[in-house]
């Protein structure tokens, strides 16, 4: 049973325009909220995260909003750069803030940024 | 800082034989360190979660006498994939965090195919 679901395998997005990424999940248990950015090959690399006594965390062209009741999270980023094409991982942790426990991952969304 | 590499990135085998990962942290000392597995186009999996100088806990359905684990220092933890099949193949990414409150920092991954 997928607890972390990302329902958009790839997502197209007009250079310069806002990229928003959906994630929601299942297990209520979750109370931390991570994304990263993964290109083919390499390892994931770390772009934001929001506990959940949070609505919103920004950093710099990231924002990532949390909706606990709806059980859903984004990721916006604004304006969207070629740089920003890769595969981006919604990731999910029990109490912990990520350091202790596993992470349980959505299967990825490939976000591909046009010129 | 928080740099995490793995070695070797690539590795072929035979089938039968045992092949080992390392995962180091370059410049911080993990208390505990992860180890993932993705298939391609898929998730990535946790497979088991390890603190230094303790047993490694292993997710279910997770083989521990199949891929051992050591997490001898705050700085290393190896993954060993004994008596390799090619159901085995697959690219295994480790990280490491602090501590309870840090987030994961993600090595480069190791691509492991099995002939």
């Known amino acids: 049973d997928q607890q972390v679901k990302q329902n958009s395998p790839s997502l197209s997005v007009q250079e310069g325009r806002i990229s928003i990424l959906n994630c929601d999940y299942t297990?209520?248990?979750?109370?931390?909220f991570l994304w990263y950015k993964k290109y083919p090959a390499e390892g994931p690399t770390f772009l934001i995260s929001?506990?959940?006594?949070?609505d919103k965390n920004e950093d710099g062209r990231f924002t990532v909003f949390l909706n606990k009741s709806a059980k859903h999270l984004s990721l916006h980023i604004v304006p969207s750069q070629p740089g920003d094409s890769a595969v981006y991982f919604c990731?999910?942790?029990?109490?912990?803030?990520?350091?202790?426990?596993?992470?349980?991952f959505g299967k990825g969304t490939h976000l591909i940024i046009q010129p | 800082g928080a740099v995490v590499s793995q070695h070797p990135s690539w590795v072929i085998c035979k089938s039968g034989t045992s092949v080992k990962i390392e995962c180091r942290s370059l410049d911080f000392q993990a208390t505990t360190m992860f180890w993932y597995r993705q298939f391609p186009k898929q998730s990535l999996m946790l497979m088991a979660t390890s603190n230094e100088g303790s047993k490694a806990t292993y997710e279910q359905g997770v083989e521990k006498d199949k891929f051992l684990i050591n997490h001898a220092s705050l700085t290393l933890s190896t993954l060993t994939v004994t008596s390799a099949h090619p159901e085995d193949s697959s690219f295994y990414i480790c990280?490491?965090?602090?501590?309870?409150?840090?987030?994961?920092?993600f090595g480069p991954g190791t691509r492991l195919t099995v002939l």
């Open positions: 990280s490491a965090s602090r501590d309870y409150t840090d987030t994961q920092y």
């Open positions: 297990n209520s248990m979750f109370d931390y």
């Open positions: 990731a999910a942790s029990t109490p912990s803030g990520g350091g202790a426990d596993g992470l349980t």
């Open positions: 929001i506990s959940s006594i949070k």
